[in-house]
């Protein structure tokens, strides 16, 4: 198994478990005492507006006013914007202490901040001004302001307390500071002033990084109407930069000045510069326009490979024909069908690409024009059998080619789409047989044992995964053979034989998928099934001592000083000075990619990254702290299945209960085991709730815009919900829990269909689902798309270590 606090002091990384007023909020932000060993899933409640967790009436003391700054903290972390505005107001109420009093204050300035409440944020940020002015965050609450103001439409109030920030903080986020004053600057039409501030700017960002800056100065003078200086300024950008994008970007704007000032020839030049260099640059399609309404003579084959790449298919289509009527060309052909196809013409484009593949064998494209032909046939034009054969024609063509292997495999997964499953394994055998060398030669072998599976064909399904096993490459491929012959054993009714092969494959890759789902099944046990308990209470010191003894050992580690604080040289780097600054402003990406420099860099040193590993939780960084702690482990020559055996100081940071205040309140309302949503929480983000995917997902539980607005409305909550809500853990959580809640009831309690539904969409898992109604191995074996088939082995194993780590039995 691989691994992939704002406003909170606590040195801690398990569960946090606080006493708090839950005033006036819908998702308990702190578990009670007695929920700290929690009972796994009850029946799924009947779904309302807002499922409050209610704590039990005791006869407790009233908290201190320092315990719901803590409360007031830990909901501000979480995004619950009511409860933490509450707890806010009762330090204010109630405590004699300036200091807590001050905290509270810049608290609720902030809480208020991120809730979008501009207005009144600048209130309570200018109450803490007033009447703290010297408190050692006076910078920080400037700068809070400052945003507040610019998000209120109020730049000139913005730029003056961004100033204040400056004047209060030097030295730590000067550059970046600056450049944002310059853009308000431009923003309100002082494009000269905009030049001061990023000239500024650049004084403080590192040499090689200054070239966006450079850029807008330009354009900056060039909205001034200072031409002449602009130019220089492009000239030089251009004359800086190893991009070819950027070149084609300068060319362009310089051109744009010429033609402004009438030297057509000159801007001519610049573009065609760019057309002859860099064909895929859209400022280069720009310039073409230039060029060909000015009459300028471009090779069409060029107009129609600019034009493609800048998404212009149509005349990207009729520069491709004017191109192939005077000179018949390979190259040509197959960017015309791949244009066409763009254009919904998949025949045209078919026809393209076998043009190509017959009368053009030696041209470069000549490969891709088969696998691109196939994928036409059977994905546009539901012709799967002429697919497979496009696949098996390539074979038969060229048997010797090193792409053989992998066309096989794509026919094979081709015929098993149409349902042609006789052929499929047939062709996928052919892989091992063939092309042993192939490094599809096992997942050939081990498909065609899947497909001999699902039509009841043991025996041969039996032969095959003996294959797969002798291509296997590593112990995950042995454990992955070594269980489905345990299943053609047990559907042969030879229970001590499938015994047998699941006993080895449980010890040839311990914490891999395979091996801890042999172990299940010798147990008995169903996926993800829950244990009765759950206890996520730890001797964190004591586990923390045991773990640097350990360190110190096994690095030869002399320093008599702590290891768990950074040391002087760590503490001056200006990298971590800033994330801490990034982080205490709640830009939290920001302050990521700061510490990942320094953790990429001390990465061959555990002491330094132990050091740094600390310095993350303390801020909240858990997706950072989690590499770090594998990454020690890594140093030590642990491979996975070794690391389960370090100290368990490092398995709880890896497989710590983040967000376990909000996660698990939410499985238990929707009837989800909570170590199962809190894999899938660890599984999306390793736990950082700021994040967004390439697909747009959002959150701690990667939740979808899309999504997100369907369970808002089906939830009635939160009251007047925004995308930028999914970032919320407190909102993220409930969506999350409720969406896999909903997936497992549609699938009949099937745990692996709900996560394929999460992961790929419900219409998808259907479709799975039908293949494999009742055999939730055989299920994962039929997702035909990596994502999912990953995602879902991932999570398993995350899961069983959760198990392993946390998971009390009746009695104990």
Known sequence: MSDMKPFSHRKTFFLLITPVILAGISVACALPAQLSTLAGPSATPSLTATATVTPTPTATPTPQPDVYLDGADLALRNGDWDNAAAQYGLVLGQSASQDLKADAQLGLGTTQLRAKNYDEAVLSLTTFLQVYPDHSRTAEAYYLRAQAYQHSGKIAEAVADYDSYLNLHPGILDGDVLELIGDLLWGLDLPLEAVDRYRSAAAYTPAGETLNLQVKIGQALQDAGDLQAALAQFQQVKEQTTSGSTVAAMNLLMGKILEETSDIEGAHALFLESVENYPEAYDTYLGLISLVEAGVEVDEYTRGII???????????????????AAPDGTTLYYRGLTALE????????????????????????????AQKAVVEWAYLDLYEDAVQTYLNFAAAVPEHGFCGDMLFAAGRTAERAGMLEQAAQIWLRIPVEYP?????????????????????????????????????????ISKALLWIGKTYQSEGNEELSRTAWEECARTDPTGYYSERSRDLLEGREPFQSEVLYDFSTDTETDRLEAEAWLRTAFSITTPDPLDQLDASMEADIRIVRAREYWSLGMFEEAREYYDVVREEVEGDAEKTYRLMHELLDQGVYRSAILASRQILELAGMDDT?????????????????????????????GLDGLYLMSVARQETLFEPFVTSYAAAR?????????????????????????DDLYRPVISARFGAYYLSRQRDTFDGDLFAALAAYNAGAGNASAWKELAPNDPDLF?????????????????????????????????
């Open 343 to 370: 254009l919904g013409d998949p025949v045209s484009a078919r026809q393209n690409l076998d043009t190509l593949i017959q009368q053009y064998p030696e041209n470069p494209h000549w490969v891709d024009a088969y």
């Open 642 to 670: 070794a690391t389960m055996n370090a100290p368990v100081y490092f398995n709880h940071i890896r497989f710590g209960s983040y967000y376990g205040e909000v996660l698990l309140p939410e499985a238990a309302a929707f």
């Open 780 to 812: 994962l074996e039929v997702i035909r798309i990596d994502q999912p088939h990953h995602y879902i082995r991932a999570i398993y194993e995350v899961y069983t270590i959760y198990r392993s780590l946390y998971a009390s039995q009746v009695g104990e």
């Open 699 to 723: 959150g701690l539980m990667q939740v979808i815009p899309s999504t997100g607005a369907e369970i808002a409305s089906q939830l009635n909550w939160p009251e007047g919900y925004d995308e």
């Open 307 to 325: 034009d493609y790449y800048a998404g212009a298919y149509e005349p990207a289509l009729a520069a491709f024909d004017r191109a192939l009527a």
């Open 437 to 477: 060398l192939s490094p599809l030669a096992f997942q050939g072998a081990f498909e065609s044992g899947i497909v001999r599976y699902r039509l009841g064909q043991t025996a041969a399904a039996h032969e095959a995964f003996q294959i797969a096993r002798e291509k296997s490459a590593g112990p995950g491929d």
